[in-house]
């Protein structure tokens, strides 16, 4: 069977090389010409482990994959293009509108047409059916038709690909038990078949549920500042209970999915998703909440110097997107006369960057911990210490050793955790 998957991103790219490894004829899709380009010799633009090598030493070179900047009849369309987050928080579906449209002209009964890209509810159902409509023959009757969702996490694409549990929406029945023998080919997982706008909401919500979670562990983190106790000891012992998992505070919630996916719930239900909404605000007024912790410490922020330790949206790894520690350095952009180094061995480049920690240090009158990589572990504070103005920690993760810290001299501080 030959496949025809529109957009060569992060998700449509390892989905494209995953089938073509499982006997597929595989055509990429993509508007850009220089990732159409790169990709018929074999290279790719994105970074993820293991995808170099099976795009070019197995399906490249074997030709089950290649690519094009136009689609082309086949048996299989999947549609796997960015739904980015506009200024007004609702989602911006052009892409998955004209790549529905790019379709139309090749589809013939029999084929299957399967959304991938993360959407807000109703989006096969009121946005492509439509479109799909167009065709010339019965498409209810011979199109088969579905949503299902991608849940992989970048890093290990390949290996959830195969390995996690699928979701697949039909507009009927028939529509995603024919598309599920097609993913069945590759997936390890379990398959579950539903209607498409289940499977929409099952999408959003999973990363909706983390996202309230983690507003909770925040809010309760402010709570205690005021209170004068410690929030992480509250999640510690409050876990203990069976029925009790309290997520973590932190300085905000990053990446491209827990600080976008709600606010599609949102945008169709905005007077209903009360929670959904007060959760995301709660999330994105974090960095602000810690800026405002900083300038308690110091007093005045102006003409002070800050360092901050680790600035990606979470741990080990480079992805700086959404990054609520770069929405702080922002902030702390706009005080007079303050400087902001930034050091983290996982960025190359980025504006304040320092190229080691002695150098965002020196003279810094505050430290701020934005992220818990593995590798901040085994830094020895104590031989830094005198480098500082005045050795001065905040930390936003309960990462570092507040007990020893405070024994060597350092005045720490912690989110979550108030002095009474
Ligand atoms: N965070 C906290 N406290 C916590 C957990 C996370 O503050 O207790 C913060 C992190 O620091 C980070 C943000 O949340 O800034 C998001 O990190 P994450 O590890 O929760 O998730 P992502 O965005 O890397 O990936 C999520 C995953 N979704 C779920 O776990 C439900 C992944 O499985 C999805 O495939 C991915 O979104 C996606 O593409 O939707």
Redesign the pocket.
């Known amino acids: 069977k030959k496949i025809c998957v529109i957009g060569m991103g992060y998700i449509g790219l390892p989905t494209s090389a995953m089938f073509a490894k499982h006997g597929f004829q595989v055509l990429g899709v993509d508007v850009n010409e220089e990732v159409v380009n790169s990709l018929n010799e074999g290279r790719i633009i994105i970074e993820e482990p293991y995808l170099d090598a099976l795009v070019y030493e197995e399906v490249v070179k074997n030709g089950s994959l290649k690519a094009s900047t136009k689609a082309e009849k086949a048996d299989v369309f999947i549609i796997a293009v960015p739904t980015p987050i506009k200024e007004d928080k609702t989602a911006m579906m052009d892409y998955v509108e004209a790549a529905t449209r790019s379709i139309v002209p090749f589809l013939e009964p029999g084929n299957m047409v399967v959304l991938e890209s993360?959407s807000p509810p109703g989006t096969v159902e009121n946005l492509m059916m439509p479109i799909l409509r167009e065709c010339p023959f019965d498409v209810e009757e011979s199109l088969y038709v579905a949503h299902s969702p991608?849940?992989?996490?970048p890093g290990k694409i390949l290996i959830e690909l195969v390995e996690n549990n699928r979701i697949i929406g039909g507009i009927n029945r028939k529509s995603a038990e024919e598309v599920k023998k097609i993913y069945a080919s590759f997936v390890k997982g379990e398959i579950f078949l539903t209607d498409a706008t289940t499977a929409e909401m099952c999408k959003l919500m999973?990363?909706t549920f983390?996202d309230v979670n983690?507003a909770l562990?925040n809010e309760l983190a402010v709570i205690c500042e005021q209170l004068g106790i410690n929030a992480w000891e509250v999640i510690k012992y409050s876990n203990k209970h069976p029925r009790v998992t309290l997520?973590?505070p932190?300085p905000g919630?990053?990446?491209h999915?827990?600080a976008v996916?709600p606010w599609f719930i949102v945008e169709k239900f905005p007077e209903t998703a009360k929670i959904i909404r007060l959760a995301r605000e709660t999330n994105d007024a974090m960095p602000h909440h810690v800026f405002g912790r900083a300038r308690n410490i110091l007093g005045s922020l102006a003409g002070k110097k800050i360092a901050i330790l680790g600035a990606t949206?979470?741990p080990d790894i480079d992805d700086l997107r959404e990054s609520?520690v770069l929405e702080l350095v922002d902030l702390l952009e706009e005080v007079r006369d303050l400087e902001v180094r930034i050091y983290d061995p996982f960025i190359l480049s980025y504006k304040h960057l320092a190229p080691d920690l002695e150098t965002a240090l020196a003279d810094a009158d505050l430290l701020v911990l934005g992220v818990n990589h593995r590798v901040f572990e085994n830094i020895p504070f104590g031989e830094l210490k005198s480098r500082m103005r005045t050795p001065k920690i905040l930390d936003t993760r309960n990462f570092l050793d507040g007990e020893s810290l405070r024994a060597q001299g350092f005045e720490y501080h912690l989110l979550g955790e108030g002095r009474g």
């Open positions: 993360t991608e849940r992989v996490i999973e990363n983390r983690i562990a997520h973590q932190g919630v990053g990446g999915c827990l996916d949206y979470k609520p």
